[in-house]
C-alpha cells in the first residue's frame, strides 16, 4: 500500500521539536520524505500498523496532528510535484 | 475527485511568507484546511485544473515544493487523522 503520511507538530517547546525529530525518525523506518512534514510509505498492512502506533507513542495527541492517506497499491501514479525537491535530512532541525 | 494537496514554502524570506499565505487563499477556495500546509479539496477535472494553475502562479518553482494526492472520488473514506484538530485560520500567520 502506498501511504502518505502528514503531521503537524507544535514546536513551539523543546519537547515540541523532540517530538517532531522523533515522528520524522519513525516515518523516515517506512518511507521517504517529500516534504518537511509529509513522508510517502510502501508498507504492507501489518506495517502500516506498526507505524501508526510507534507514531502515536511519540505524539502529544492533545497538539500534534497526524493523518494517514491510504492510496492503495496503485497511489504512485496518483501523485504529482510541482517545484523545488528538497534534499531533507531527518536529523537536521525541521524548522523550515 | 478528492485531492490532497500539501506544500512547502520556503518562509525565510517576508516574500516567502507572503506566498505562503497566498497558496494558502488559493487552497481555502477549492477545499478544507486541514494541516497547516495541507488542504483537502472535492474538485472536478476543470477545478483542479484551475487551483494548479492559480498556485503555479503564486510558487517559487525554485524553492517551494506542491505535491497533490487525487485520491479518486471515494479517497475521504481512506484518510485516517490522529491527534489534535488545529481550527485554523488561512488569514493568521502560517509560522508554526
Known sequence: MFVVV????????PEGRRRLRRVARVC???GT???NSVFECVV??????QM???I???IDVVTDSVRYYN???EGRRRVEHVGAKP??????PLIF
Chains 1, 2 share one sequence.
Open 6 to 13: 502528514t503531521y503537524d507538530v507544535n514546536t513551539e517547546s
Open 71 to 73: 492510496m492503495g497499491n
Open 44 to 49: 504492507d498492512s501489518v506495517q502500516l500498523l
Open 56 to 58: 502515536l507513542s511519540v
Open 52 to 54: 501508526k502506533a510507534e
Open 33 to 35: 520524505r517529500v516534504q
Open 87 to 92: 534534499a531533507l535530512n531527518v536529523d537536521e
Open 28 to 30: 523516515k523506518n517506512y
